[in-house]
């Protein structure tokens, strides 16, 4: 689904909020391993995965580490650049042919400044974020590197046949080795 009818659909957003973001915002096709977002780097673009499948990383020891996977009908934001105005510690990789598109923060924020539904999508991007990153913490403090492969499993299966093993076991935090024994046993 492309952003505009998302938004309509989703948030309720008026056809003048709608036509305004129509304006400001750019879609762009991307190929595979195309960086959208270095890490280390500044962005203050909101991504709205159209089509595809992206990954959030960060470098540990000169490697990308896995942070986080999104598609389509999903925002991925270096949150700290877009709301904090600092460099992004994560980047975002594709990791198939993707259509996102880029909405300017400050659009955003402009309009939030008057719009209620556009504060719920800012509250709803915030939220992802939060709920992802907490998430994630959870998973990697207190269940083994089976559970958090069998949750995948359960509640992602497209990414298991979407994205790199060597992306997948970075990010439930054991090596490609350690994961291919995980997928034996299945």
Sequence with gaps: ???IPYLKTTFGLTDDLLEHLEQVS??????KKDIILDAGHYSRNIFFIEQGLVRMFYYKSGKG???Y???EHTFAAGTESVFYHKKSMYGIETLEPSTITLIPFDAIEK?????IPMNRLIQTILLQALIGF???LQSLQFETAQE??????EQ???ILLRAPLGDIASYLGISQPTLSVIRAQR
């Design 1 to 3: 689904m492309q952003l």
């Design 26 to 31: 750019i879609t762009k096709t991307y190929v």
């Design 65 to 67: 580490i896995t942070h």
């Design 69 to 71: 996977f999104f598609s």
């Design 111 to 115: 309009l939030a400044s008057h719009s």
């Design 134 to 136: 907490s998430t994630r």
């Design 148 to 153: 958090r492969y069998q949750k995948l499993m």
């Design 156 to 158: 992602h299966p497209d």
